[in-house]
């Protein structure tokens, strides 16, 4: 059979599937069939709380012991040797080996809010919304190095090609919008030694890619190639991207290949975005006082900027973004470093959540703040090492209980001692909240139900929900 006489049959199918309405049925089994597959949405069993995620990553590892644990006992033994009993045998980075100091809090503390959360002051505008947060104080992770640290974080496994938390939940609950990807990742940097950050880190891995994160910039064009070639109109980009769709579809009738119908999707999806990524960053209508809220000049690369670009795509139904601020890596230098990084984040992490709530977002919205893991407290030098016994994020929004602290580290802010919350733990409580059972939630890959929890056990942190 000639490649004409066959393109023309396949023509014909499609022709027939779309109007006789078989082929509107057919993607929208396929459309509904991550959740579908998964039987992980079950209102008679969990009902959702929130429709969409916005992580703020504080990445480097943010000190515990300088933002949300306040501990008297290392400030009194501040000098003196670690006690050999706490970090024998214990996995150190670059500590290893060498002598052990205590060094004590580099900031002072206070109480905030009716709920009393101690915060540091080194995070004011934060403070002001102590009784909106729901602290974890004792988060542990697996992984002591940056990069391998942001892959368990991400993906619940150090193993990199593995898909990222913000693809399972858009492969589990599709995008809100057909103008923008359902999940963005923005970056910034400042403060601090700038570790970087993979692509792999908002991956797919073996999830279509169509699920996977799309990066856009901070400053200039936000996403490259979004305006038309110099002399094609609109129309006659439109009339291309149907063209080459057609051809996609034929040979996705051929091979039924989930690559192929993501190629489809995504020239579709770049000729929307042509119209839409323009107007999302146009934040000239945007009110000044929002503005001076946020403490920034839109479209400058900062967090603060990242973090009114947030609120926007939420607004306009994109189910996961991540902000990812470069900075808290500080091996030397503690005080000053968290001091100055925090004043890149603190103002407009505080402007998102007062920004969601007075738009009557944030009872739909899950906020995430936090790092890869947290830091040694025992000094290196002036700085602290990676620490993952132990260490504090905080979550706010829809589900979750307001105004507390959850679980503990001991008296030297080493190890979590009381109700410790796994990045598994954390991984299916975000699932339960947003209507998903962490247990049902797979998908087949050469041959094995892979979960975003993984086979170790996991459980939802209850304690901390509404």
Not at 297 to 315: I, K, T, V
Request: charged fraction near 20%; proline fraction near 4%.
């Amino acid at each position: 059979m000639s490649f004409l006489n066959h393109s023309s049959q396949q023509l014909a199918r499609r022709t027939f599937l779309r109007q006789t309405g078989i082929g509107g049925l057919a993607l929208g089994s396929l459309l509904e069939s991550a959740v579908v597959q998964a039987a992980a949405v079950d209102s008679s069993v969990i009902m959702p709380r929130v429709k969409r995620v916005i992580h703020l990553c504080m990445a480097g590892g943010p000190s515990h012991l300088e933002t949300f644990d306040y501990k008297p006992e290392l400030a009194r033994l501040d000098g003196q040797p670690m006690p050999e009993s706490i970090t024998q045998g214990q996995q150190l980075a670059q500590l290893q080996g060498q002598t052990l100091k205590v060094m004590g809090p580099q900031h002072s503390f206070a109480r905030y809010g009716d709920s009393g959360l101690e915060i540091s002051e080194i995070l004011p505008h934060t403070a002001q919304h102590a009784d909106d947060l729901c602290v974890i104080k004792s988060m542990y992770t697996e992984q002591i190095n940056h990069d391998p640290a942001h892959t368990f974080f991400n993906t619940g496994t150090a193993i990199s090609g593995r898909p990222s938390m913000g693809s399972w939940v858009l492969y589990g609950l599709g995008a809100e919008t057909q103008d923008l990807p359902g999940y963005i990742v923005l970056t910034s940097v400042g403060g601090g030694q700038a570790q970087p950050i993979s692509s792999r880190q908002w991956h797919s891995g073996f999830l279509p890619s169509r699920f996977q994160g799309v990066q856009m910039h901070a400053s200039g064009n936000p996403v490259n190639y979004v305006g038309n070639p110099a002399g094609v109109t609109r129309r006659q980009q439109e009339e291309i991207i149907d063209t080459i769709s057609r051809i996609n579809g034929i040979r996705n009738g051929t091979l039924d290949d989930p690559e192929i119908a993501t190629r489809i999707s995504g020239y579709e999806m770049a000729f929307r975005m042509q119209a839409s990524v323009p107007e999302l960053t146009d934040m000239s209508a945007e009110p000044q006082h929002i503005v001076d809220m946020y403490g920034c000049r839109p479209g400058d690369g900062s967090f603060a900027s990242n973090c009114l670009l947030a609120r926007r795509l939420a607004e306009r139904g994109v189910r996961f973004v991540q902000l990812y601020h470069r900075g808290w890596d500080h091996h030397g230098g503690v005080k000053a470093g968290t001091a100055t990084t925090a004043k890149l984040v603190d103002q407009a992490t505080a402007a998102l959540l007062t920004d969601l709530k007075q738009r009557d977002m944030l009872k739909d919205t899950l906020v995430v703040w936090g790092g890869e893991f947290g830091r040694t407290p025992m000094a290196q030098g002036s700085g602290r090492d990676h620490h993952i016994k132990g260490y504090s994020m905080w979550i706010a929004g829809g589900g979750v209980r307001s105004g507390i602290s959850h679980g503990a580290t001991d008296e030297f802010g080493y190890n979590a001692v009381e109700n410790r919350v796994h990045v598994r733990d954390f991984h299916a409580t975000m699932l339960h909240l947003l209507g998903i059972d962490h247990e049902k939630f797979t998908y087949k890959f050469q041959g094995l139900d892979f979960k975003l929890t993984g086979v170790e056990p996991a459980h939802v942190v209850r304690e901390i929900l509404s």
